[in-house]
Nanobody, 125 residues
Framework: QVQPVESGGGTVQTGGSLRLSCAASRRTFSTCTLGWFRQAPGKEREFVAIISWNSGSRIYADSVKGRFTISRDNAKNTVYLQMNSLKPEDTAIYYC??????????????????WGQGTQVTVSS
């Protein structure tokens, strides 16, 4: 199974927290960049956060900086997104992505990603 599988979505109130998880069964998992993206209704898919193969580098979208934290556990082939202080504008389908090219580090949606099927996050006001 190459396609990542997300879990942990749901509905929370404004100010609440959620933790998303994503498992990916790839032999090259430990060498690939991992990312989270999201797509709100009527909008294009956008970058949320990425983490390098050794967790040495992380990049966040300005809209989530200081509220979201991306992390990974290479022993479990899993990447996480801890989301705190959630806002209604965070409502979207969240997609996990694993970079196909080892060590490539890019925030571009059009990069060479394997995509998960997505998990819905809804923040009510």
């Amino acid at each position: 199974q190459v396609q990542p599988v997300e879990s942990g979505g749901g509905t929370v109130q404004t100010g609440g927290s959620l933790r998303l998880s994503c498992a990916a069964s790839r032999r090259t998992f430990s060498t690939c960049t991992l990312g989270w993206f999201r797509q709100a209704p009527g909008k294009e898919r956008e970058f949320v956060a990425i983490i390098s193969w050794n967790s040495g580098s992380r990049i966040y979208a300005d809209s989530v900086k200081g509220r979201f934290t991306i992390s990974r556990d290479n022993a479990k082939n899993t990447v996480y997104l801890q989301m705190n202080s959630l806002k209604p504008e965070d409502t979207a389908i969240y997609y996990c992505a694993t970079e196909r090219t080892p060590y490539r580090f890019s925030t571009e949606v059009a990069s060479n990603w394997y995509w998960g099927q997505g998990t819905q996050v809804t923040v009510s006001s």
